[in-house]
């Protein structure tokens, strides 16, 4: 079971990014995927979950409107669209299962 996250990167406030998750190992469209972040010196923040057909998300409150979560289960990929970014966003960006796995995480920094 495999999780692969990319499409961090330097952004300026207001910027945007697309991050994506490939899942290998195992029958991605009979999973959730979650999407978390970490600061550095922070916990974990859980960001947001799609269930397995793509028809339900949520996310949490400070980037619900910012944010949008997608999935091609034909690419076994899953999509973290970030927009309107802010400097309190900037962390480690994670894609997992409910059972912790996650992958190495991408960088996403903003900053002017």
């Known amino acids: 079971v495999q999780l692969a996250e990319s499409g961090g990167g330097l952004v300026q406030p207001g910027g945007s990014l697309t991050l994506s998750c490939a899942a290998s190992?195992?029958?991605?469209?009979?999973?959730?995927i979650n999407w978390a972040r970490q600061a550095p010196g922070k916990e974990p923040e859980w960001i947001g979950r799609?269930?397995?057909?793509?028809?339900?998300?949520s996310y949490l409150p400070s980037v619900k409107g910012r944010f949008t979560i997608s999935r091609d289960n034909t690419k076994n990929k899953c999509y973290l669209q970030l927009n309107d970014l802010k400097p309190e966003d900037t962390g480690m960006y994670f894609c997992?299962?409910?059972?912790?796995?996650r992958g190495q995480g991408t960088q996403v920094t903003v900053s002017s």
């Open positions: 997992e299962l409910f059972d912790g796995t």
């Open positions: 190992g195992f029958v991605f469209s009979s999973r959730t």
């Open positions: 799609i269930n397995t057909v793509g028809s339900y998300v």
